[in-house]
């Protein structure tokens, strides 16, 4: 099992910056992703950016250039860095770590970007 603590969530102000975290409960495989998703409410949960343990990296087209993802393995933690955040960001993000095929989820931090 893996437990998943994220931090960083809150209101910010149209085309400002936050800055999210989620710190793993152990160390995992070299086999292993750390992203986040988001969830709107009325929508489905959805990708944002992914970073696999070479530190390969993902993001959705809607955030490319906004967002960065980044790991420090030996904390076991990831940051995901948002900056010029519009009202569309707004959404409970949730942490994620992928280890072969198993999925552990934080349990959520909202976001909220007024206009």
């Known amino acids: 099992q893996v437990q998943l603590v994220e931090s960083g969530g809150g209101l910010v102000q149209s085309g400002g910056s936050l800055r999210l975290s989620c710190a793993a409960s152990r160390s995992f495989s070299s086999r292993s992703s750390m992203g986040w998703y988001r969830q709107a409410p009325g929508n489905q949960r959805e990708l944002v950016a992914v970073?696999?343990?070479?530190?390969?990296?993902s993001y959705a087209e809607s955030v490319k250039g906004r967002f960065t993802i980044s790991r420090d393995n030996a904390k076991n933690t990831v940051f995901l860095q948002m900056n010029s955040l519009t009202p569309e960001d707004t959404a409970v993000y949730y942490c994620n770590v992928r280890i072969i095929f198993v999925n552990y989820w934080g349990q959520g931090t909202q976001v909220t970007v007024s206009s």
């Open positions: 970073i696999t343990s070479d530190g390969n990296t």
